[in-house]
């Protein structure tokens, strides 16, 4: 599948970058292209996925610090960039100067904001704070890690709740803590402060006016060399296919749009594709429409129209491990529209980068759409960093997405429940309509299943399976979870693979769907697995392979027997998916496109034309509903 032998592994541990105290801005390549430092380097959690604070960032920021530190004009006119680290929502590391000064953290329960000092944060505010700042005795040992009782404080300026932030300064050390208690229960608690981290001498924080396009002039030449390189890759490519027409996958988020950037240098004609997924932000259709319109490309729409609300009762929410929202919404509109445009192929631009997430981190710059036959992808900025992106559409001075400047880090559906609780915090501000329908949805969805309101409240509803941090909070908040999200498709195992009395092995299990189409579908896709014969009356479907034998009854019982007990396992499950595909079938037609014998047709669901089907079962392998076999089906 992948064609290019160069991938990138994901990274670990520190990451190092470096910052030009003269210019005041973060150096991306091998010296400023102001001053020609060479930039002193600092480090930041990897992966590294450096990004400048945009608009409504540095405003959050402005009133956190102000909150905790009395300082209004702390972060005026400076560059902020920020890096996102792992954490039960958004975790962000402040860099200021070159320097790691805080950590922004998004809580869950209380639903708002709050920060960590790093010791450089407390380095620059010491003196400057008019709040948060304690000073305390100095004590016997270290300070690193330890909590410090009331007694030893000696003042403090400003008041503070538990979980503040605070400057501890003891003696000639600077301290980055946290107060344990509030500030009037402070004096009598044996655990009053804990001192996080310990260093010595103020910061200043460099001057104002640091704007962005002095990042982008001491960094020219470097974006000029990726630019180069980028272009010169795709360019070589499409040379190699110049039958080839070219598209570019315009999603509306910013590294889509670097990629127009390159390919407006790499090749004079192509299309750009919007997938519309019926649940678009408003801003990004309406942005997504002006740009191209704007820049004179035709913009080709492949629209899911209805597709996630008339699928959703049979798939359940949507959740960060279950996305089949991506496949119906997505995958099904661009398959269509790709066979109806470009029958023969295309070559397809896209702005994929490594460092978005595990799932990514090995693409190739060559790929080929494993669901759709007929179109290759082209990565061109597969390596590049988030800041990489900004710099370079700040350099070509492309107009992006406005959600940007609105404490949005990535660009999706509104309602994906890939979002962070902070991001759906500020939807419900941008856009009540639209996250109050949503919302409703859930809470009905939760008091169907028997889950507490918390299940929607703190967003559980976004995974399947729960992660550690998930369960930790369920724990922590004393609310009973379910670690996997029992949706409206379930299956109870009636016997495992056993061996029977008449020789071999026999496996039986129930699967509890809801019916939305008839049984003589059920029989229509068992045509796959071999010849079927089937009773409309009795609801009795069996097929025959040289494997064993398959009975499929109307009330989803599934009854396989087998030679060993592997083959009655793989007959089981191309049984269960069987059924899946003929009543949750979303009509995308990936599976036409997949059967090389043409032996499907969409009529309500796949018709598979028996005299052409090999039983190959290719069809099966790239339908998106078999796909998610074992999340769709609750054990
Ligand atoms: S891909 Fe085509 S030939 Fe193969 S099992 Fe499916 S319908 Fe039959
Ligand atoms: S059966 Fe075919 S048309 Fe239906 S969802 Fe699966 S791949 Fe798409």
Redesign the pocket.
């Known amino acids: 599948m992948r064609n290019s032998k160069k991938v990138t592994s994901f990274r670990h541990g520190k990451v190092v970058f470096k910052w030009c105290d003269e210019c005041a801005t973060l150096v991306l390549g091998d010296e400023c292209a102001i001053c020609g430092s060479v930039g002193r380097p600092f480090s930041v959690t990897a992966p590294g996925d450096l990004r400048p604070c945009l608009q409504a960032d540095t405003e959050l920021l402005k009133r956190i610090f102000y909150t905790y530190f009395g300082v209004p004009d702390f972060l005026d006119g400076v560059q902020i960039f920020l890096n996102k680290i792992p954490g039960e929502d958004r975790a962000d590391e402040i860099v200021v100067d070159g320097r790691v000064i805080g950590v922004l953290l998004f809580d869950i329960v209380s639903d708002d904001f709050r920060l960590e000092l790093r010791i450089d944060g407390a380095r620059a505010l010491a003196d400057i704070a008019k709040k948060g700042v304690v000073e305390i005795d100095m004590p016997r040992g270290h300070l690193k890690g330890k909590n410090i009782p009331g007694t030893m404080i000696k003042r403090a300026r400003g008041t503070f709740n538990a979980n503040d932030p605070l400057i501890v300064l003891a003696g000639d050390f600077i301290c980055s803590g946290i107060a344990r208690v509030p500030s009037d229960q402070a004096k009598n608690s044996e655990r009053a402060i804990g001192i996080r981290d310990v260093g010595r001498g103020r910061l200043r924080i460099a001057g104002k006016k640091r704007c962005w396009s002095r990042f982008v002039e001491a960094n020219i030449s470097y974006f000029k060399t990726l630019e180069a390189k980028a272009v010169s890759d795709v360019k070589s490519y499409l040379n190699s296919k110049k039958d080839m027409p070219v598209t570019l996958s315009f999603s509306g988020g910013k590294d889509s749009l670097a990629c127009f950037g390159i390919l407006e240098k790499a090749s004079k004609k192509f299309s750009m594709i919007f997938v519309n997924t019926g649940l678009e932000f408003p801003e990004t259709t309406e942005y997504v429409r002006r740009f191209a319109e704007k820049r004179g490309f035709e913009l080709l729409i492949a629209d899911a129209n209805n597709g996630f609300w008339n699928n959703v009762d049979f798939f359940g929410p949507p959740s960060k491990d279950f996305r089949w929202c991506c496949k119906v919404c997505k995958l099904g509109p661009l398959t269509a529209l790709i066979e109806d445009r470009f029958p023969k192929g295309t070559i397809t631009i896209e702005g994929n980068r490594t460092f978005e997430s595990f799932a990514r981190a090995r693409i190739a710059f060559v790929e080929n759409n494993p669901f759709v036959p007929n179109q290759i992808i082209l990565n061109p900025i597969r390596e590049w960093r988030s800041v990489d992106v900004w710099g370079y559409i700040w350099w070509k001075n492309l107009e992006y997405n406005p959600l940007y400047e609105n404490e949005y880090e990535r660009i999706g559906c509104y309602l994906c429940p890939a979002c962070l609780a902070s991001e759906w915090k500020r939807t419900k501000m941008l856009h009540p309509k639209l996250s109050s329908q949503w919302e409703k949805y859930l809470y009905a969805w939760a008091s169907k299943m028997n889950m507490p309101e918390e299940f929607v409240k703190y967003g559980f509803w976004r995974w399947k399976v729960l992660p550690k941090k998930m369960r930790r909070l369920a724990a922590d908040i004393k609310i009973s979870i379910p670690t996997v999200r029992t949706d409206c498709i379930q299956m109870k195992m009636v016997k495992g693979a056993t061996p029977c009395v008449a020789g071999g092995f026999s496996l039986e299990g129930v699967v509890m769907i809801p019916r939305k189409r008839s049984f003589a579908k059920i029989a229509e896709m068992m045509?796959?697995i071999g010849p079927v014969r089937y009773s409309d009356e009795y609801e009795i479907a069996m097929v025959k392979t040289k494997d064993g034998t398959i009975k499929v009854f109307g009330g989803g019982q599934i009854v396989v027997t087998s030679s060993t007990p592997d083959t009655t396992d793989e007959l089981f499950e191309l049984a269960v998916k069987a059924l899946l595909r003929s009543q949750l079938c979303t009509e995308c037609g990936i599976?036409v496109k997949?059967?090389?014998?043409?032996?499907?047709k969409l009529n309500d669901g796949?018709m598979?034309?028996e005299e052409?089907?090999?039983?190959?079962?290719?069809?099966?392998d790239?339908c998106v509903i078999a796909h998610y076999y074992d999340k769709l089906v609750s054990r």
């Open positions: 045509k796959t599976c997949n059967c090389q014998r043409k032996a499907i796949p598979i034309l052409r089907c090999s039983h190959c079962g290719k069809c099966t790239a």
